[in-house]
């Protein structure tokens, strides 16, 4: 071994993960890294799919002995190792899913080793080898590959624990929501227990009763690794939960860290106060890694980790950080001092509408804050595509509200400008492992969503003046004056024509808006109103057109 190379396990505790109920030590995780080594077919790269997170640890280390390396694409699917080919003809791929209908082969699958024997001795790996090459997760095009050097993996999981004051937690076990075999997952869920001496996770909990029960364990504390969709969720169930087993039970982690997408500062806030702890979040990418931290509720600036630094030129920010080229990030950032800066927003996510500029992601935290909304996202299609408007919308998961009602929310927090149009309800959105939105699959989500009108929103103040007089003691807006309001909305150039029918099924209010929705046949405009939030018809009929002149 070179005295510069870097071990794959530190810390002085026996315990390395926990699999299921059963503890693994140090011994036998060695031993069975060696004896797997051994067992890999003779091939240069290898697609680690092993679903148990102690197997892909034991098999990724085992490859790094055999000079192999990991491929880590972006799906499990069959078409995502296909797509590898191209560049890397001699892969094979391992996993321990009985489950393997499609995936091209060869196939390698995990064995049931012995975990005796060996030389006892922690791997070690010079900084310079390749231990892995990630792919972006396509949420904003074409999956890239991005190679990650052991000494770049050891170098940011050492300053992030420094940072996140990990050493605090010396028997932790990491409890991870978040798949293994992305850049996230990799340097948080895989690299930061082995790196720490820490309790590596086999599983991955999902529902939120499983990642109660993972960090109630009395004798040892748990760390939780997630992401804002599933750390939603999580307090949502919380705020739901009934006294006993669950988010009911005081579930208490050390602390929660966060990321793959900006996190709120409510969300953030309200988490908190579900586990008694504090919540972190990481800011990182695939092609650079991890850069920075911050803690959400303490204000929007982050605080690059040790070693590592940003500078800005024409092209953009640039990372760099021990032994590793500069990269360009494609965020936009605002530095506040030499190690401090606010993240502005996706470079791809920046909008400008009528002058005005704006990120998606800012209008996103938007409409995810609005009651009733359980998911969304807004997304400016590209210009020319087939079928695609050339401005902004947004999908929607909202199963108790309709779209006029989350478009005058919109209204209140947003500028007018930016209003989505159209607002697609849905009833799920595609998210990937990590909670993130592949732009290929929203954009086919958008083509394939009916094309609504946006309704029209009459507003009629609380003060109106009508109110006073119609009727004392309980007002309620004049017919003629919605009629009226309805029509200058329909018509705003003018209209002579005449009220073919109209009926009035519900009052209208002082304080209440009106969604009109509309269509028009010939000459003749049907017309439906309902109040936004109850949904409740109020106005329903038909306006006709005088016939143009012969």
């Not at 880590?72 to 996993?95: I, K, N, Q």
């Not at 074409?142 to 050492?158: A, E, M, Q």
């Not at 082995?194 to 748990?222: C, E, K, N, Y």
Request: aromatic share 6%; net charge negative; charged share 20%.
């Amino acid at each position: 071994m070179n005295a510069h190379d870097m071990p794959f396990l530190r810390g002085a505790g026996d315990g390395v993960a926990r699999q299921g109920d059963k503890i693994i030590s140090r011994t036998t995780f060695v031993a069975e890294v060696e004896e797997l080594a051994q067992l890999l077919p003779d091939r240069p790269h290898i697609v680690n799919l092993c679903a148990d997170r102690y197997h892909f640890t034991v098999a990724w280390a085992a490859a790094m002995l055999r000079a192999q390396i990991t491929l880590l694409p972006s799906g499990r699917d069959a078409g995502s190792v296909a797509a590898l080919r191209a560049d890397y003809p001699a892969l094979y791929v391992v996993t321990d899913d009985d489950d393997t209908d499609g995936l091209p082969g060869p196939l390698f699958a995990y064995p049931q080793l012995l975990g005796t024997g060996g030389a006892g001795r922690v791997p070690a790996f010079p900084p310079d080898q390749i231990a892995a090459v990630l792919f972006t997760s396509g949420s904003t095009g074409r999956p890239s590959p991005s190679s990650r050097r052991w000494g770049r993996l050891v170098g940011g999981s050492l300053a992030v624990g420094s940072a996140l004051g990990i050493e605090r937690y010396p028997d932790a076990a990491l409890i991870a929501t978040v798949p293994h075999a992305h850049s996230y997952g990799l340097e948080s869920a895989v690299m930061l227990p082995l790196q720490f001496g820490l309790l590596l996770t086999a599983d991955r909990p999902f529902f939120p009763a499983d990642v109660a029960a993972a960090l109630s364990d009395p004798h040892r504390p748990g760390i939780l690794i997630t992401t804002p969709v599933h750390l939603r969720a999580l307090v949502g169930d919380a705020a739901a939960a009934e006294p006993g087993p669950g988010f009911g039970a005081p579930v208490r982690p050390g602390f929660v860290l966060s990321a793959t997408a900006p996190l709120s500062a409510e969300l953030a806030a309200r988490a908190e106060a579900t586990f008694d702890a504090p919540v972190f979040e990481i800011y990182g990418c695939s092609e650079a890694g991890q850069l920075a931290t911050r803690r959400t509720t303490g204000g929007p600036v982050w605080r690059c980790l040790d070693g590592f630094h940003l500078r800005q030129d024409a092209a953009g920010t640039w990372a760099s950080g021990p032994n590793e080229p500069d990269v360009l990030l494609a965020d936009e950032i605002e530095l506040t001092d030499a190690a401090g800066f606010i993240l502005q927003g996706r470079t791809a996510d920046m909008v400008n509408v009528a002058g005005k500029r704006s990120s998606l992601a800012y209008l996103t935290r938007q409409l995810t804050a609005i009651e009733g909304v359980e998911d969304g996202v807004f997304l400016m299609p590209d210009d020319g595509a087939a079928g695609m408007p050339s401005r902004l919308a947004a999908i929607v998961v909202a199963p108790n509200v309709d779209a006029a009602t989350i478009l005058a929310a919109l209204r209140e927090r947003i500028d007018p400008a930016f209003l989505p149009r159209p607002l697609h309800l849905v009833d799920t959105l595609p998210r990937n492992a990590l909670g993130k939105l592949p732009r290929a699959e929203i954009l086919r989500l958008v083509q394939a969503a009916p094309a609504d009108p946006e309704p029209i929103l009459l507003r009629f103040p609380a003060d109106h003046p009508a109110g006073a007089g119609h009727f004392p003691g309980d007002p309620i807006v004049p017919g003629a004056m919605l009629l009226d309001q309805l029509v200058a909305a329909l018509f705003p150039g003018g209209w002579s024509g005449e009220v073919a029918s109209a009926k009035f099924h519900h009052p209208v209010r002082p304080g209440d808006t009106v969604a009109v929705t509309h269509t028009t046949d010939g000459d003749a405009t049907r017309f439906e109103c309902r109040l936004t939030g109850s949904n409740q018809l109020v106005l329903s009929g038909a306006l006709r057109s005088p016939s143009p002149s012969r």
